[in-house]
């Protein structure tokens, strides 16, 4: 009897909504794995992406970014069979619904009518920021990711991530579910590589609006900041999410750092 | 029969002089650096005059703090931050109403005193500044015992000690817009006002001692860049709030890196003020010049690029040119006067350099006509035309009463052209349909817009700005959360 050979996967980026190789034709290697290893020229493509999808994105309705969410979760769940490790794909599906049920909370929480003093409806009201990037840390791979993409994508936000780079197979499979959920293309841009490289560069660009860190690197926090400054861009640092509560229990912080507050004035009357 | 406007204009409306007496000021001679409850000499002794900018007369010599000053302020601060915020919220609460009175009952002083310092109209401190001030602290005030309810939390808790910079352009206001949430949450506070207008920051340091705020709640400290240089970088210091230009918010941003420092930052803008066909154009007219001739266009949020759909292009800036050239341009305070001083001979350099570069790349200028007093710092009122979105008049914030014309055909351009720009503070629209307002109000970057009023703040409504104009919010509940951090 022949024994079968398996069809192995291989592992690509999520650019623009495409499952790309590195520009750069360059990998690593991981578990027996081969995988891509961006370069900054990936970075910048990843972030013109992100720009491209920015617009519609913050768009839609609440409700239907909501939905969205929801069937990303729906997705993750039901290729748990993927991962290696079970409660954490449990955890990261969880912390998916739980924002998919903020996109039509934050405004409540986040903004509200300001009795002016003057004749006029004035109201703030939380907007995205744009395009963000996110840090992810080394592990957990997937729930520690997840945890820093669900509130940039509930507050109407698009997102440039970097995988762990310990064990990225699991942002790169997250990719694949989320690729066949409803998330438009651009919304999400996952990259994996070397972290310096690719922090820096993507720290650096200019069309980014804000940095989400989780990755636990002082210096690279460091330098996140400094770069962050030439453009003002806002940055949040934290330890990695290992479970479903580090990731929701600071969610209005979370959301808050990826969130525009507009003030609106109309006038009453004449 | 009606007088066309043009046959209005050449009436010459001349008025009495009316300036605010000065007398019942009594300023001192010198001023010390307020730390620990009392006004002291600065350790290295150094003192340097305020000037009024209309006058180039010195009013009184101010302490400028150094180092070792800005040591001994964070002791005193980090000293009495745990009393201050262990006291029962509500007496907290009472210390800052009883500011908010006090500027109330002082505020004529402060007013006259505001404008000799600063240039601003008399009209505008007296209307504006002062009242809202104190507006600022009669609002946080009742924060302090509902903070966990402004930031949806079970528990909060101050930062600590912070360390405030404000700019010269509204120097009792901004010091009341960082001081009041910094105190209602419990933190202690040590503000650098800037260094052409301290006076009414150092007065508001008396109403603190008339107030009985206890010893080291809060600190001023005089200084110029220097000063502020070193505050935010004092070990001791947990939270930096700045306002003030782009330039220094990057300096101060990259200076914190990865220091945990927690900051916010109010910064430039260059604001896009949009005028549709359909407004109603006299009323835009003045919302025009409010937007950008109030403060001598010394305002952060100013209305400097002046966006007129085509249809309406030659009107709107021929009922514009009209109305500026009845603007009373001088003595900041005669209560007349409708622009006032420029805040200091660098502020007027930098007004003159750019709007050199507005008239060599190819704008067209006008400039009103208007007798200005041989002392002082002035520039008269100054609308470019034929500005190109490219221009350095179009890009740069001026930060003086120079408003830039752009022109647009389609709500699309107009948002288009209003979000081209780093910036992001603030914006104006005009127009009287309300679905066309809220359409392009949502579609704008801006941390705040104004449909058919501009310029107009108040203390329950968020005010910062998108991109480069800074993050954080200053103003109702938003404004807390920069002040504490939620416990869980």
């Known amino acids: ?270 | 029969m009606t007088a066309s406007p043009e046959t209005r204009t050449r009436i010459v409306w001349d008025y009495a002089p009316a300036p605010e007496s000065a007398d019942h000021i009594r300023l001192k001679d010198r001023y010390g650096l307020f730390v620990d409850g009392e006004f002291k000499d600065p350790a290295g002794g150094r003192y340097e005059p305020t000037i009024n900018p209309a006058t180039e007369e010195p009013i009184a010599e101010i302490a400028w703090a150094g180092s070792g000053d800005i040591e001994s302020a964070v002791e005193s601060a980090r000293t009495a931050q745990p009393k201050w915020a262990s006291l029962k919220p509500l007496e907290r609460a009472k210390y800052l109403f009883r500011v908010a009175r006090l500027i109330q009952e002082r505020s004529r002083e402060l007013a006259v005193v505001e404008t000799m310092d600063g240039g601003k109209p008399l009209r505008e401190s007296r209307d504006v500044d002062i009242p809202l001030a104190a507006a600022h602290f009669f609002h946080y005030a009742g924060w302090a015992d509902k903070l966990r309810y402004g930031v949806n939390a079970r528990e909060v808790a101050p930062l600590g000690v912070v360390g405030q910079i404000v700019p010269w352009n509204f120097p009792l206001l901004m010091a009341a817009w960082k001081l009041a949430p910094a105190l209602a949450c419990g933190n202690t506070a040590i503000l650098k006002p800037a260094e052409t207008t301290p006076l009414t920051a150092l007065l508001l340091a008396e109403i603190c001692q008339e107030a009985e705020v206890p010893r080291g709640v809060v600190a001023i400290l005089p200084g110029d860049g220097a000063t502020g240089a070193a505050l935010v970088r004092a070990p001791g210091i947990d939270k930096v709030a700045f306002t003030g230009s782009t330039a220094v918010g990057r300096d101060i941003q990259s200076a914190l890196a990865g220091t945990g420092t927690s900051l916010t930052l109010e910064l430039g803008g260059k604001s896009a003020n949009i005028v549709f066909e359909d407004a109603a154009l006299d009323q835009a007219v003045e919302g025009i010049v409010n937007g950008i001739f109030f403060n001598q266009g010394h305002v952060c949020c100013a209305g400097s690029r002046l966006l007129i759909q085509e249809s309406v292009r030659d009107e709107v800036i021929a009922k514009l040119w009209q109305r500026m050239r009845l603007l009373r341009v001088g003595d900041p305070l005669d209560k007349n006067t409708d622009v006032g001083a420029i805040n200091s001979a660098e502020q007027l350099e930098r007004i003159e350099v750019l709007v050199a570069a507005g008239e060599s790349e190819g704008a067209t200028r006008r400039t009103i006509e208007c007798e200005l007093p041989d002392r002082g710092y002035w520039f008269a009122p100054t609308l470019f035309t034929d500005v190109s979105p490219a221009h350095r008049i179009a890009v740069e914030e001026i930060f003086g009463p120079v408003v830039s014309v752009l022109t647009f055909r389609t709500q699309a351009e107009a948002i288009e052209k209003a979000n081209n720009s780093r910036y992001g503070l603030a914006a104006g629209i005009w127009t009287d349909k309300g679905a066309k307002a809220f359409e392009v109000a949502s579609a704008l970057q801006a941390g705040v817009v104004w449909q058919n009023t501009y310029n107009h703040f108040d203390p329950t409504a968020a005010f910062g700005g998108y991109k480069e104009s800074g993050f954080g919010r200053e103003g109702g509940p938003a404004g807390l959360r920069p002040y504490l951090q939620v416990i869980r």
């Open chain 1, 1 to 270: 009897v022949t024994q079968r050979l398996t069809v192995r996967k291989t592992y690509k980026l999520w650019i623009g909504g495409a499952f790309v190789r590195s520009e750069s034709g360059r990998y690593d290697e991981v578990g027996g794995f081969n995988f891509p290893r961006a370069s900054r020229k990936d970075v910048r493509d990843a972030v013109a992406a992100a720009r491209k999808a920015a617009k519609p994105w913050a768009a839609r309705t609440a409700y239907n970014r909501g939905q969205i969410l929801y069937r990303a979760a729906e997705a993750l769940e039901s290729s748990r069979a993927r991962f290696a490790d079970g409660d954490e794909v449990d955890a990261a599906v969880d912390v998916l619904l739980h924002y998919a049920g903020w996109t039509d909370k934050l405004h409540a929480v986040l903004g509200g009518v300001n009795p002016v003093a003057a004749p006029f409806l004035s109201f703030s009201l939380p907007e995205p920021t744009g395009v963000v990037g996110v840090v992810a840390p080394d592990a957990p791979p997937l729930l520690g990711l997840v945890a820093e993409l669900a509130p940039v994508l509930a507050a109407g936000n698009v997102a440039v991530a970097i995988l762990s780079e310990a064990e990225p197979l699991p942002g790169l499979d997250l990719a694949e579910a989320l690729g066949v959920s409803d998330v438009p293309a651009g919304v999400v841009n996952l990259l994996s590589g070397r972290r310096q490289e690719l922090a820096k560069a993507l720290g650096g660009h200019r069309d980014l609006n804000a940095i989400v860190d989780a990755a636990g690197d002082a210096e690279l926090a460091t330098e996140l900041d400094k770069l962050a400054a030439e453009t003002i861009k806002r940055t949040r640092h934290s330890g990695a999410a290992t479970s479903y509560e580090d990731a929701t229990d600071d969610a209005v912080e979370r959301l808050n750092v990826v969130t525009e507050l507009k003030t609106a004035w109309h006038p009453v009357g004449a």
